[in-house]
């Protein structure tokens, strides 16, 4: 199997596992924080068994960073990995697939920049600087987009002038596919249904969050839109909110810039309590905050909405799965979001829904619809994905 270095590189953080394209095992894991700052961390986790390490030293740009990188590499034998792959975020219409990375692969991840101007640039540095801190080893770029290019287009398509859609490439992309195609096949695997024929939907529920409708292993819908903006409410972006909301402020004298900054990170959960992990949401609910308790039963609302509206969609589902840090974590969201809902084959057993670990089946024995605990694996699907490009190629 290919050891694959696994690379999603930030504005200022560079995140990075070697990963066993296989088995999904990982050397070594660790990330960046900081970069540019005049103190950045550097938290780097052997899987060996030997301790791990948080190290403060000042790291100017992600060309310092990937050297910081290299040298624990080489500590641990990883000086010349097999592929490197990067987590992309925006590939636009250009990739339905990961990619081996050349000039003209890079090109047009620069051409989708002003779709997603707070990732892809942040995506190109780490491209850059692995290049150059690793010449001659093949780079692969694995899309969060590319997942959903099957949508049909009756669920792609806005319904705004259409010339105008079409010159600013409006249309809905959807985020999170590399997570949402790994825990929609591993859930087919356990319950032990051809892809081809399992119908699920799939929540992807962190700090970020998206739902997807998911037919026969292709993506036919998702909440999140030309941006990871639409959709369900996160930890600070709003999700869903009417569309002339930012009509009326920018009236009111704010900015484009401003409108964009206040939904973007001073909304969702922090917006609504003044805290953005779901975590302190619970404990301050859970200690009499009213306002932390509307936030979560918010947020819970959204996500059942979605539910409802991919289960009609999708006509029947197989399957419900939880998965991310909140679905794989949050008994509270998972029960609230499934209440009530016997009718329509969906019934949580308490005792399975408050325990367990791993991937498990959380549903009443009787009940139609399975509903699964599925923890997610970006890191592990991106090796995967990039050895079958470096075989290809």
């Known amino acids: 199997m290919t ?9 200022s953080s560079l995140k990075y596992a070697v990963v066993d394209s296989g088995s999904g095992a990982r050397m070594v894991a660790g990330i960046v924080e900081r970069i540019g700052e005049a103190t950045s961390t550097i938290s780097h986790e052997p899987a060996c068994g030997a301790a791990g390490e948080q190290t403060q030293t000042p790291v100017p740009d992600h060309d310092a960073a990937f050297a910081e990188v290299r040298r624990r590499l080489d500590v641990v034998g990883v000086d010349h990995p097999g592929v490197v792959g990067h987590r992309v975020v925006h590939g636009g219409d250009s990739f339905t697939r990961p990619t081996l990375i050349d000039r003209d692969v890079i090109a047009a991840i620069q051409d989708c920049v002003p779709l997603a101007p707070l990732h892809n640039p942040a ?14 080893v093949p780079q692969v770029a694995v899309f969060d987009t590319a997942f959903h290019t099957t949508i049909p287009a009756d669920a792609r398509t806005y319904a705004i002038d259409r010339e105008v859609a079409g010159k600013h490439r409006l249309h809905r992309y959807g985020f999170h596919g590399t997570s949402h195609q790994y825990v929609s096949q591993r859930a087919a695997e356990f319950l032990q249904i051809p892809l081809g024929r399992m119908r699920a939907v799939t929540m992807h529920l962190g700090n970020g969050a998206s739902a997807c409708a998911v037919a026969g292993g292709r993506s036919v819908d ?5 941006t990871p903006l639409e959709g369900l409410v996160m930890g600070t972006r709003s999700g869903d909110v009417d569309p002339s909301i930012p009509a009326i402020l920018g009236r009111e004298g704010w900015s484009a810039d401003d409108i964009d900054s206040m939904l973007n990170h001073k909304s969702g959960l922090l917006g609504l309590c003044g805290a953005n992990d779901m975590r302190e949401v619970h404990r301050r609910a859970e200690s009499g905050d009213k306002d932390a308790d509307l936030a979560r039963r918010v947020s819970a609302h959204r996500i059942r909405k979605y539910l409802g509206a991919y289960v009609f969609t999708l006509g029947h589902v197989d399957a419900i799965v939880f998965t991310a840090g909140i679905g794989e974590h949050d ?3 998972r029960a609230t979001v499934c ?4 009718a329509q ?10 325990g367990g670990s791993g991937i498990r089946d959380i549903s009443t024995e009787r009940a139609a619809v399975r509903v699964l605990v599925v923890p997610t694996d970006e890191e592990h699907a991106i090796a995967e994905q990039s050895a079958e490009v470096l075989a290809m190629s």
Do not use: C, H, Y
Request: glycine residues 16%.
């Open 339 to 342: 209440a009530g809902l016997k």
């Open 345 to 354: 084959g969906i019934e949580l057993d308490p005792a399975a829904n408050e």
């Open 123 to 136: 995506g190109l540095s780490g491209i850059s600087a692995a290049m150059r801190t690793f010449p001659g």
């Open 331 to 333: 008994p509270w969201i």
């Open 3 to 11: 050891q694959v270095l696994v690379i999603n590189a930030g504005s």
């Open 222 to 226: 998702t909440s999140m839109g030309v």
